[in-house]
C-alpha cells in the first residue's frame, strides 16, 4: 500500500531516443487460435521510458544486467529538486546533506511534457559523479531519458558514474514526488545479457 508509481506506461506512444526501436505489443497467440489463453509479444528498445543502464550500454567490457545486484535498486532513497539548469555539477548538492544517503533520485523537471522526447535536458557533470562516489551514493534516478546532454557520443557522465561505482536509472516521472526520503523499488529484469532494462519504479514516503 502507498506505493507511488513513478514509471511511465509502455504503450505504442511511449517515446524513444531518436533512431532506437520502439515499444511495440501484440498479441501472438490469440485465445481463439490457441484455444485457452491470449500470450503476448513485446518488442522494444531496453532504454525506453523507464529503465535502468547496464554498464555494458556504454563499455564493450562492462557487466549486463544479469550482473548487477538486484539490491541496488530497492531501498531508502533520497529526492533532491534541482529545477532550471542546464548543468547539474557537484556544487549543486552542496546545500543538501546527504550524509548517509546510497540512492539519489533527482527531480530536475528537464522534461515535463513526456509524451515528447526532449531536444535538450539537462546533463550530469563529471564533477558531479566524483562528489557522488565520495558520498558513498551508488545509484541515481533522474526524471531525464539520459544522465548526459542528448547529442553527447562521449557518455562522460554515464562513465564518471561507472569510474565511481554509480549505478543509473533514467527516465522516471518525479511530477507528483515531493523532496525527501522514500523506499525506491525499481528491479530490472533477469535479462542475462542486457546493456539495460525497463524497471516498474515505485516510491514509497517513508
Ligand atoms: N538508445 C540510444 C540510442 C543511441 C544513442 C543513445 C541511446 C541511449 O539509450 C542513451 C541513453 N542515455 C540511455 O541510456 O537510455
Ligand atoms: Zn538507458
Ligand atoms: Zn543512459
Same mark, same amino acid.
Given at each position: 500500500?502507498?506505493?507511488? #508509481?513513478?514509471?511511465?506506461?509502455?504503450?505504442?506512444?511511449?517515446?524513444?531516443?531518436?533512431?532506437?526501436?520502439?515499444?511495440?505489443? @501484440?498479441?501472438?497467440?490469440?485465445?481463439?487460435?490457441?484455444?485457452? /489463453?491470449?500470450?503476448?509479444?513485446?518488442?522494444?528498445?531496453?532504454?525506453?521510458?523507464?529503465? =535502468?543502464?547496464?554498464?555494458?550500454?556504454?563499455?564493450?567490457?562492462?557487466? +549486463?544486467?544479469? $550482473?548487477?545486484?538486484?539490491?541496488?535498486?530497492?531501498?531508502? &532513497? %533520497?529526492?533532491?529538486?534541482?529545477?532550471?539548469?542546464?548543468? =547539474? @555539477? &557537484?556544487?549543486?548538492?552542496?546545500?543538501?546533506?546527504?550524509?548517509?544517503? @546510497? %540512492? !539519489?533520485?533527482?527531480?530536475?523537471?528537464?522534461?515535463? *511534457?513526456?509524451?515528447?522526447?526532449? @531536444?535538450? =535536458?539537462?546533463?550530469?557533470?563529471?564533477?558531479?559523479?566524483? +562528489?557522488?562516489?565520495?558520498?558513498?551514493?551508488?545509484?541515481?534516478?533522474?526524471?531525464?531519458?539520459? /544522465? #548526459?546532454?542528448? *547529442?553527447?557520443?562521449?557518455?562522460?557522465?554515464?562513465?564518471?558514474? &561507472?569510474? $565511481?561505482?554509480?549505478?543509473? !536509472?533514467?527516465?522516471?516521472?518525479?511530477?507528483?514526488?515531493?523532496?525527501? *526520503?522514500?523506499?525506491?523499488?525499481?528491479?530490472?529484469?533477469?535479462? /542475462?545479457?542486457?546493456?539495460?532494462?525497463? /524497471?516498474? &519504479?515505485?516510491? +514509497?514516503?517513508?
Amino acid at each position: 500500500m502507498t506505493w507511488i #508509481d513513478v514509471s511511465q506506461p509502455l504503450h505504442a506512444d511511449v517515446t524513444t531516443w531518436p533512431g532506437d526501436t520502439k515499444f511495440s505489443y @501484440e498479441i501472438a497467440w490469440p485465445m481463439a487460435q490457441s484455444g485457452s /489463453v491470449n500470450v503476448g509479444k513485446v518488442t522494444m528498445s531496453l532504454h525506453v521510458g523507464t529503465h =535502468i543502464d547496464a554498464p555494458f550500454h556504454f563499455d564493450d567490457h562492462g557487466k +549486463r544486467v544479469i $550482473n548487477l545486484d538486484p539490491s541496488l535498486y530497492i531501498g531508502p &532513497a %533520497r529526492v533532491i529538486h534541482l529545477p532550471h539548469k542546464s548543468k =547539474i @555539477e &557537484a556544487s549543486d548538492l552542496d546545500g543538501h546533506d546527504l550524509t548517509g544517503v @546510497e %540512492r !539519489l533520485i533527482l527531480k530536475t523537471d528537464g522534461w515535463p *511534457d513526456k509524451r515528447v522526447f526532449p @531536444e535538450t =535536458i539537462p546533463e550530469l557533470t563529471p564533477s558531479l559523479a566524483d +562528489r557522488l562516489g565520495e558520498l558513498g551514493i551508488f545509484l541515481i534516478g533522474l526524471d531525464l531519458p539520459s /544522465v #548526459d546532454a542528448i *547529442d553527447s557520443k562521449e557518455m562522460s557522465a554515464h562513465h564518471a558514474l &561507472a569510474r $565511481n561505482g554509480v549505478h543509473i !536509472l533514467e527516465g522516471l516521472v518525479l511530477d507528483d514526488i515531493l523532496p525527501g *526520503d522514500y523506499d525506491l523499488n525499481a528491479v530490472p529484469l533477469p535479462i /542475462v545479457e542486457g546493456d539495460g532494462s525497463p /524497471v516498474r &519504479a515505485l516510491l +514509497r514516503p517513508m
